[in-house]
């Protein structure tokens, strides 16, 4: 992973954890269950935002590594790999 995408990657981590533990008071303290579901989705976002930004830093350098390489055994599994990862077949 390239370092400053490890830091962006990090920044949101932390973000996802504090809203996280914020769902978690809200839960103790019985808040109302609309709430809660709207932070969950808040979370389910920010996630898929993270996740975003792994798979492109993954794409430029993993991937484009591997598609540049000789190897197609290296290249097949690479494409592979994402299709699993982005909701293809499973092995």
């Given at each position: 992973?390239?370092?400053?995408?490890?830091?962006?990657?990090?920044?949101?981590?932390?973000?996802?954890?504090?809203?996280?533990?914020?769902?978690?008071?809200?839960?103790?303290?019985?808040?109302?269950?609309?709430?809660v579901?709207?932070?969950?989705?808040?979370?389910?976002?920010?996630?898929?935002?993270?996740?975003?930004?792994?798979?492109?830093?993954?794409?430029?350098?993993?991937v484009?590594?591997?598609?540049?390489?000789?190897?197609?055994?290296?290249r097949?599994?690479?494409?592979?790999?994402?299709?699993?990862?982005?909701?293809?077949?499973?092995?």
């Amino acid at each position: 992973m390239k370092p400053d995408t490890k830091t962006v990657a990090m920044k949101r981590l932390a973000r996802i954890e504090g809203q996280v533990r914020g769902i978690a008071r809200m839960v103790e303290e019985d808040r109302y269950c609309i709430d809660v579901v709207r932070q969950v989705q808040a979370i389910k976002s920010a996630l898929g935002g993270l996740e975003g930004v792994i798979l492109d830093d993954h794409l430029g350098t993993c991937v484009e590594d591997a598609l540049a390489g000789s190897s197609l055994e290296v290249r097949r599994a690479k494409v592979e790999e994402l299709v699993g990862v982005l909701g293809g077949r499973k092995k």
